[in-house]
């Protein structure tokens, strides 16, 4: 597969999944299953070398927005946000970091 056609096939199924996270389901094991497969898939076929440190860093930002909160100058720790957020929402802030970056390179050129 070309590289060129890689990329439109990513970016027809990311927008796919974003349509389905926002509208069609609001069931957590499919949309988990879902958002797997689609990164999968780009880092099988697309994957560049920063790509995994995007990945992480993307779901470690989303981690420390949603759990850390500060109030004038004290910062607390909320775990009990962790348990509710299902798998989904870390790997869609993951992808959707690589997507972005990825996104700008291609425009960039």
Do not use: E, H, Q
Not at 24 to 39: A, D, H, M, V
Request: aromatic fraction near 20%; hydrophobic fraction near 65%.
């Amino acid at each position: 597969m070309k590289k060129d056609k890689a990329i439109i096939v990513f970016y027809l199924a990311y927008v796919i999944w974003l349509f389905v996270l926002i509208f069609l389901s609001p069931n957590t094991t499919l949309l988990t299953y879902f958002t797997g497969i689609i990164l999968a898939f780009y880092l099988v076929f697309l994957s560049n070398f920063w790509d995994i440190a995007w990945l992480t860093a993307g779901i470690i930002v989303f981690l420390i927005l949603t759990t850390v909160k500060i109030n004038g100058f004290v910062i607390t720790f909320d775990k009990l946000l962790l348990a509710n957020i299902p798998l989904w929402v870390y790997l869609a802030w993951g992808t959707t970091i690589v997507s972005l970056r990825r996104f700008f390179i291609i425009a960039s050129k």
